[in-house]
């Protein structure tokens, strides 16, 4: 039912695909919103957070081109799910994934620990400062909107890497791709995906020394 939704909606990569059909969604939601895992819609986690709809989440894993190998940075573990989908993938690199609120993080880390996944760091604390001692990273991907890119992750983005981010305030946000190329790795080239809608990234970085 996944892969149909997906692939329905232009989803192409086999590997998401594959990914999205392995994580069972119920298991990242509220034992009362189990019956909702599979709409295509953002749903509640708590803590005045959700869970990105399945096509979103298809979407920017397929934008980032996660290799098998990478080493990738998520801003926002939130329910874990998006952590989850990039450490299927990269199952021979390493997922680093922080979060600020320490009721989410932990059971996100229950949440993994059930899955298997054992390639997957967590972190407490402000994801607009990004893991500077982990850097560079091959992808960062970003699970809340900010009204620029934080200078700290387009600074931690190595070569050939993507950096992937809903820009914007809560009434307009785009999805954007940054790509830093491999021949060239002083520039940064900007792209955008569409129209989305998240939940605004809380820091004080989001806000000042942005691009």
């Given at each position: 039912m996944v892969m149909r939704q997906l692939?329905?909606?232009?989803?192409?990569?086999?590997?998401?695909?594959?990914?999205?059909?392995?994580?069972?969604?119920?298991?990242?939601?509220?034992?009362?919103?189990?019956?909702?895992?599979?709409?295509?819609?953002?749903?509640?986690?708590?803590?005045?957070?959700?869970?990105s709809q399945p096509y979103v989440v298809a979407l920017m894993t397929e934008r980032l081109r996660p290799a098998r190998t990478d080493r990738i940075l998520e801003i926002g573990t939130g329910s874990g799910y998006q952590a989850a989908?990039?450490?299927?993938?990269?199952?021979?690199?390493?997922?680093?994934?922080?979060?600020?609120?320490?009721?989410?993080?932990?059971?996100?880390?229950?949440?993994?620990?059930?899955?298997?996944?054992?390639?997957?760091?967590?972190?407490?604390?402000?994801?607009?400062?990004?893991?500077?001692?982990?850097?560079?990273?091959?992808?960062?991907?970003?699970?809340?909107?900010?009204?620029?890119?934080?200078?700290?992750?387009?600074a931690q983005l190595a070569p050939g890497g993507r950096l992937i981010i809903p820009i914007g305030d809560l009434s307009s946000q785009e999805l954007v791709i940054l790509e830093r190329p491999a021949d060239a790795p002083g520039k940064l080239v900007q792209r955008e995906a569409g129209a989305v809608r998240f939940v605004p990234l809380i820091s004080r970085l989001a806000f000042t020394e942005g691009m």
């Open positions: 692939a329905g909606r232009g989803i192409r990569d086999t590997r998401v695909l594959v990914a999205m059909r392995w994580a069972p969604r119920e298991w990242f939601l509220p034992p009362h919103l189990g019956p909702e895992a599979y709409s295509d819609a953002p749903l509640p986690i708590g803590n005045g957070q959700t869970i989908i990039l450490a299927y993938i990269a199952s021979a690199g390493k997922v680093f994934t922080i979060e600020r609120l320490p009721d989410l993080l932990v059971e996100s880390e229950e949440r993994f620990r059930r899955l298997g996944l054992t390639n997957i760091e967590t972190r407490l604390g402000d994801g607009a400062a990004g893991w500077p001692e982990e850097a560079p990273f091959d992808g960062i991907i970003v699970g809340a909107a900010a009204p620029r890119v934080p200078e700290p992750l387009a």
